[in-house]
């Protein structure tokens, strides 16, 4: 069984416009209430039609439309701007692009080739004047003008990887933020473009946001750009304002460092960890039959949806263990309704024999089997995924690497930093089952979390093994300490020390879920679930989660944070906001964006503020896990040499 979308998120919106495109534009395409309810597709209503795409815009429409959806709309081909195409004059062709001067050109070269009946363009964000004028001279030399049916700025430039999730997919953008390579032209180049994906989040929902952000560094560029191209747009001001208006927290990469880097203990972001996983499709590989003298490795892979698959969306926040143990109960379960459907219908009396209701309770229960086959179907994939990620858990000690980050991040070794690095050099000794990349995270959280000495952060730096990795990410790390760009220790640990009201009871909690995955779990499963004994009950904020909650609760932050609110003409006093009478209205909405790359680990983080009455929508330039971000880093590291 499904879940229900829904139509109030960010992901719905954006859905909604790409619905309109495929519709030409044309409004009444909104007003069916599901794709089942749409007029066949080659219909007056819904006709044939080619959808022309660059890669860019492809990664943004195939986690939220699949080729059947697609089929759906009408869409016969779906091909790449770039790819030879053969003409189908009498099918109209639906571009979605970046309006850039090769997509242009390629535009205009196949209007003058007449390719196909005739070009609707959608372009993912502004259509640049100049470029727009260029365009407009080919295609009148080529006498192909008549063939431009309409010209669109669609403001799409973000992906929606779930309804509370998006990216704008801006490659390597901490290191292009923070390198001394970068120069001024190129580091106004990037600002303009991540406002203009933020501008595209706001289009798309049609809600003027209040914008926050630290004072100073990218965050207050991108939030004073995005202020004037909001207050600039000719509609989105004019429309009717709701009574609560969502809070968008721009925040640097740099003032938390950690997360992106330290080990994490919840399903989904154990996925994107272990796993290789890109655009909710998981790939992985499984050893048939290991006891063999040749043992075959097949290659998996799934894709996810972490809106509709309702395993996923219960448990993709909750710790591993959780989830391991409910996959194995749910699946017994199911199982076991499985087994009762089959022996009642094999075990049926003659039609002639049956009595009023058990017929119809005997045809109800055969109805409701494929529902659930197709729900066994899902938590079987769930139980592959699960095994997959429990032996990467089990053969690198993640727990271990887990449980030592998270000490050091909430504090505990504040006082005996000796002890610190007695237990950093012991995780880090070729002993130690952890991977290099496992290791290297570790020191970086080490150098982060701690106050230790240069000379203690060298000898714990030399016990890592590969020092062409660690010495330039080391390296970049210490020049940002001289320089004091890092947030303080003491800061960080205060921020971070919020542990959850669990963890006192922790150790009994976990030794009755151990013992109840141990029995539920299948066999596979159950073999290594004391291998994450130290991944429950020891969940602590970030500096997201506490920034936003205290902007939220008018806290702290409050004060000290820049407020930009499109409506009103320069920057709005918080002090006389502070001091006045007035109630302010409580925030309902939020989208907290990072710039410089997040994480699935900070996502899931944030989510513990959601609620019934606040939505908690998170973004960032790109979404990274620790491999990409500690490349970003070592890149970093080389530039300083």
Known sequence: MQQQEDLSSLKAFQLQAVHRM??????????????YQLPPAGSSHNQWKILIYDSACRSIISPIMSVQQLRRRGVTLHLLINSEREAIPDVPAIYFCFPTKENLARIAQDCASGLYQRAHLNFCTKLDRALMEDFAKLVVQTGSFDRIASVHDQYLDFICLEQALFSLHKKNSYQIINSSKTTEV???????DIAYGLFSVVATTGQIPIIRCPRGGAPEMIARKLN???????????????????????????????TPVQHCSTYQALIDDLLQHN????????????DASRPKTVNKKFDLDPDKDPFYKDHKFLPFPEAIESNGSELQDVTAREQEIRSKASNNPSSSSVIGGGANDLASAVDSLP????????????????????????????????????????GQYKSDLAKAKKDVLALLSPESKGSSEDKLRLLVVFALTTTAKTNDLDEVTAAFQDEKV?????????????????????????????????????????????????????????????????MLGKIHKHHATVVVENLCDFRVEDETYLYLDPKVKGDVDVGKLRSTTLTRAPVREVICFVVGGGSYGEYQNLHMLASDKRRISYGSTEVLNSTDFLKQLEALGQDKS
Do not use: C
Request: glycine share 2%; proline share 4%; aromatic share 4%.
């Open 371 to 410: 529902a659930l086959l197709d729900r066994k179907k899902q938590l079987e994939v769930h139980t592959s995924i699960l095994q997959a990620v429990m032996n990467q858990v089990a053969a690198r000690d993640v727990p271990q690497f887990y449980e030592l980050e998270s000490a050091l991040a909430t």
């Open 228 to 258: 004037k191209m909001i207050a600039e747009h000719p509609t989105l001001l004019r429309k009717k304002a709701s009574l609560s208006r969502p809070l968008l927290v721009v925040l640097d990469r740099n003032a938390d460092l950690i």
């Open 470 to 534: 660690s010495g330039p990410i080391m390296k970049y790390l210490k020049q940002l300490r001289s320089m004091h760009m890092l947030p303080s220790a003491a800061d960080m640990l205060q921020e971070m020390s919020i542990q959850s009201d669990d963890q006192a009871s922790g150790g009994t909690m976990l030794s009755s879920l151990m013992a109840k995955a141990t029995t539920q779990a299948t066999g596979l499963l159950a073999k290594a679930t004391d291998k994450v004994a130290g």
């Open 22 to 35: 495929l519709a030409f534009n044309e409004e009444a395409a909104l007003s069916y209430e599901n794709e």
């Open 279 to 290: 655009a909710n499709r998981v790939e992985f590989q499984v050893v048939q039959d290991p």
């Open 186 to 192: 190129m580091m106004e180049d990037t600002m303009t």
